[in-house]
């Protein structure tokens, strides 16, 4: 560690948007990114590359993530837009330190609270800016909190869709019901063995983690 820049603190919390505060809270500079472990940047360029998208008045600069995964290895998400939930992949978003500190994450979500400050960002009119390129590659296997508590994640996200973007009632539902559908069918589909799994198309099977 760099004892000039780097902070370690191990003290008992209240779940990982608790620890994400904290961090938050001691963190120094113009932009703060949250990486898990594991977690890495894209190359060795990224941070340059966010650097070089920043202005002062921007207040979120976000990106493409790469997941990678155990059955489809190194899988390319892009950013598409707070409706269709990309702002999930924090490890690919920056905020300006000074307006995430006016907008922590709520601890009242436990799966997707991430979420919740990008929607509440975008919805009050904070300024955006999008880097058409990955910025993080993130592991997303059996143990990520991501996979094993999807059917919860779906469920506040339903509560974010209808409290902060304000998507009526069918909307909302519609899409909670898609997203819940498509977990009980990628859950039956990770049951097959591998070999089955090959002959599915690239484009189908890339989403089966």
């Known amino acids: 560690m760099n004892s000039e820049r780097d902070t370690l603190i191990s003290e008992p919390d209240d779940g990982v948007y608790f620890a994400m505060n904290k961090g938050l809270q001691i963190a120094q500079g113009h932009l703060v990114v949250f990486m898990n472990a594991g977690d ?60 995430h500190l006016c907008h922590q994450f709520d601890t009242s979500y436990k799966f997707a609270a991430d979420y919740a400050v990008f929607a509440k960002l975008h919805t009050m009119g904070y300024s955006f800016c999008y880097l058409p390129m990955p910025l993080s590659i993130t592991i997303v296997d059996a143990s990520s909190l991501s996979v094993k508590n999807r059917p919860a994640m779906a469920w506040e996200d339903f509560q974010i869709n209808l409290k902060i973007i304000k998507w009526n009632w069918f909307a909302a539902l519609s899409a909670y019901i898609l997203s819940i559908t498509k977990i009980v069918i990628v859950k039956m589909l990770l049951a097959f063995p591998d070999a089955a799994m090959r002959l599915l198309p690239k484009k189908f099977g890339n989403r089966l983690y």
């Open 40 to 99: 890495r940047f894209a190359t060795s360029e990224t941070l340059a590359s966010v650097r070089g998208a920043y202005k002062a008045d921007l207040d979120v600069v976000h990106g493409d993530v790469k997941f990678d995964t155990p059955r489809a290895g190194v899988v390319l998400r892009r950013s598409r837009g707070v409706s269709r939930r990309v702002f999930a992949s924090h490890q690919a978003v920056y905020i300006r330190r000074t307006t």
